[in-house]
Structure formats: structure tokens, C-alpha cells
């Protein structure tokens, strides 16, 4: 069992969350209630790495993060390091690989709410702020639940990408997922297969506790 | 939609499961041949040989997947032992032969700083150490993964005659194969890497990367066995065939592989 490759995983996948909550909250609940031109555009700039392959995606992302690529110089140049075979570097393709994964189900859930809803608690002297954290937050709730699970559950599992830009280092971007291709590779099944386990308990076990949280929220309200 | 997706996967599974007889002679080729092995086929293709099927990979997948039963009926692997082994298991129909020994060059983006001497080929793994304990940023050092890549065990050796090894691990980034290695070796964040040679050989690397070859007591010998399995049909038997002859070696020998010495072929049971 490698641990590092495990800590790194649930790093990995623990910081993608953090930071794509609040982006998949404001990003969803905005593409759910305006109406803007350009809306159409946007959510299949969203959708795209959905539909696009991981070691494609890793590939574009590997371009722009060169230190010769326009955003890798502006990176380099405000942080004064480089994004390819870094911790920062990986992180950040996760966070665009799972940005559907975050945006979808929260604006799935804004969309069901009905507008005159929000218009009654207006009318009742809420702000909009009151209206987001009262009214709106536990009537999205299951769907940032899901936006949560799969977005943790999709970055334990990411390979291409992570094996495009992370170069394999360990402790820093030897995930977990490359640490079992690694152990396939050396032929030690044994080795593979205890952090393919390892692997899908962290998976399910997250999923299970989530699911858990909203199927309880859900019955209580029932 | 359905019927269309039938027929369609029916066709596939047909194709798939053809008589290896009937067309062209499908292949399992270790990464450090890339750019070698377009040339072998072009001039086989050009004497009138079958077609040819490429599928280029890290020898160690190849090894898996003949075992597992995957359709190849050649496999040049990049080492000795992926072929042995198979062997062993009754997934080849004999030992096979080496086709060719390689060697391990140190390669750089062009103009990354000078560039090693034959004589202290690693002079840049030296300097990118000193650079990163000096604070002055972290260039890597890729290499293929010594895990189970053969020229990523060729190179950890070569660091660890140099001493290096230790001192390089902050530096170090890993290609799952060679072909990999030389990608990441060539990136903006790096000072260089030790991949194949036959890689820095390659047309394609041309104006963009300078190389040095490192000497071949650095390591030990890269010997790289090809065979086939029990029913290769007779493209595959003929592209065999032709792969040992003198016109083979020659081309081999232009994208920096060695002859073979002439060595017994171990005995089965090895």
C-alpha cells in the first residue's frame, strides 16, 4: 500500500471539491436563472470535458502550462514558479476536468425551483442573500450533494490527465490511480490490487456517506 | 440506431477475430522503436512485404496483454525479459532472437545550457543539483519509470554509478515509457533527460533537442529480444524474418541501435 500516492489522491480530490463548490454554486445557480446571450455557449464550454477525452484534455493543458505558453509565462511570472509536474499544476486540471461534474447537478437543482418562489420571499422582506441561504441552499441541497460525490469520487479515479501533465512524482503527483498502473505495469498484481480496494472503499465509502447525509435531509423533510 | 450499432459491432468482432492468415501481420513494438520502426516497415513494405499493423507501447504492457491473449503476432520488446518470461508461459512459440542492443542517451531542449561531454555525459544532472540547491528554481530530470520500463532501469543505473541517484530525486519526473521520458524531458520546465538514443536519433526531435550519448559501461546492455507466437501467420513470419537480415540491421544501426552479439540463445528452460 502506498500511502504517499493515498494522501496525495485525497488531496488531490479533497482541494478540487473545496475550491469547485463555490465556482459550481455561482456558475450554476447563474446559467439556471439568467437568461443572457452567450448562455448556450457557456454551458458547453462547461460540458466540454465531459465529452473530451482525458489524455486530450491533458495535452492542451500541458501545452498552456509551458513556461514558453502565455499562461504558463503569466503563472511563472506571478507566482514565480512553473505548473507542469507540480502539485498546483495537477490540481488545477482537475479542476477543469470536473467542472461539469460540479456545475451540472447544482444547476439541475436551481432550475427546479420556481421562480415566484423566490419572488414570495422577496415579497416576505428577505434579501437576496437571506433568500439564497434559506430558501434556495436546502432546496439545492441533493444536487450539490452529487455535484460533491462525483466530483471527489471522478478526481480519486483521474489518470490521463494527472499521467499528461504530473510526470509522477512522488508525493507530489503519484496519485493513487498511477500508482496501480505502475504496480500493473512491474507486474505486482498483488500490490495493484490492494490499492485498487483500497481505492474503491475510499470511493464507496465516500459516496455512502454523502448519500447518506442527503437521503437523511430528504426523509426528514418528507 | 440499434441495428446500425449491431451491425457495426458485429463487423468489428469479425474483423477482430480474422484468421491472423488473412491480412497484415500485426505487431507489439517497445516505444524506443518509434521512429525506427516506420523506417524497417517502409523498406519491407517496398520488397514486397504484407502489410504491417503497429502498435507501439511499454514493453512491460505488451507482456501482459500476449499473456492475456491480445492479438499480436510479433513482439519486439525493448528487453530480454518481457520475451523469456512469455516464453516460459507457452505464449511464444519459441525464445525469439535479439534483434538489436540499445543505448541510453542524455537528451536537452536546444539551448538549455551546455550540453555534456562524452566524457561527463551526466554533467547536466550535476548542474540542474546544484541549481536547485542553490534556489535557483527546480529543473527536472525525467526519465522512464526503473519500475518496469527497461530504459528507466538503464538510467537509474547509470545515475547510481555517478552517484547521483539520491541527490537527483527532487529532480526526477517518470515517463510511463521511454517515448514519454523524452515528451517530458523536452519541456519547458526541464533540464533534460536519459532516454533511448534511438529517441534523440529521431527526425522529429530535429532542431528542437541536442543529445550525448552515454557510454555503455554505464549500464548494463540493453538487449532487445523479439519472437512470435505459436500461430503468427506468414506476414508476421516474413517480417521476422526480415528483421534479422543485414538490410535490417543497417536501418537499426541508423536510429543508434547495435547489432546483436552473436551470444547462445539461452535454452528454454531458462
Known sequence: ?222 | MTAVLRLALAAWLLASAAPALAGPATVAVASSLQFAFPALVERFRAQGGAPVRVNYGASGNFRRQIAQGAPFELFLSADEQSVLALHQAGHLADTGVVYAVGRLAWIQPAGRGALPSESAPLAAVEAAIADHRAGEGRPRVALANPEHAPYGIAARQALEQAGLWAASAPLRVMGENVSQAARFALADEARGGLVAYSLALAPALGERAEHVLIPADRHAPLRQRMALVPDAGEAARALYAWLQGEEARAILARFGFQPPSPSPTPASGA
Not at chain 1, 18 to 25: N, Q
Not at chain 1, 104 to 118: C, G, K
Not at chain 1, 146 to 160: D, I, K, R, W, Y
Request: charged share 10%; glycine share 10%; hydrophobic share 55%.
Open chain 1, 1 to 222: 500500500m502506498e500511502w504517499t500516492a493515498l494522501s496525495v489522491s485525497l488531496r488531490l480530490a479533497g482541494l478540487t471539491c473545496l475550491l469547485l463548490l463555490p465556482a459550481g454554486l455561482w456558475l450554476g445557480r447563474a446559467l439556471a436563472l439568467s437568461r443572457f446571450r452567450g448562455r448556450a455557449l457557456c454551458e458547453a464550454l462547461v460540458a466540454l470535458p465531459l465529452v473530451m477525452p482525458p489524455t486530450v484534455l491533458g495535452f492542451y493543458l500541458m501545452q498552456a502550462f509551458g513556461e514558453q505558453a502565455p499562461f504558463g509565462a503569466a503563472w511563472q511570472s506571478l507566482t514565480g514558479g512553473g505548473l507542469n509536474f507540480t502539485f498546483t499544476g495537477i490540481l488545477l486540471a482537475s479542476l477543469v476536468a470536473n467542472l461539469p461534474f460540479a456545475v451540472q447537478p447544482i444547476q439541475r437543482a436551481f432550475e427546479t425551483i420556481p421562480p415566484n418562489l423566490r419572488e414570495a420571499a422577496w415579497c416576505s422582506g428577505l434579501s437576496p442573500a437571506q433568500t439564497l441561504l434559506r430558501i434556495e441552499l436546502p432546496l439545492v441541497w441533493p444536487g450539490l450533494v452529487s455535484a460533491l460525490a462525483l466530483t471527489f469520487a471522478h478526481t480519486l479515479g483521474e489518470f490521463g490527465v494527472i499521467l499528461m501533465v504530473g510526470g509522477a512524482i512522488d508525493g507530489e503527483t503519484r496519485t493513487l490511480a498511477i500508482a496501480i498502473y505502475d504496480r500493473v505495469q512491474a507486474f505486482d498484481e498483488s500490490g495493484a490490487a490492494v490499492m485498487s480496494a483500497m481505492l474503491l472503499l475510499v470511493s464507496f465509502l465516500t459516496i455512502g456517506v454523502v448519500y447518506g447525509l442527503a437521503g437523511r435531509r430528504r426523509w426528514r423533510r418528507g
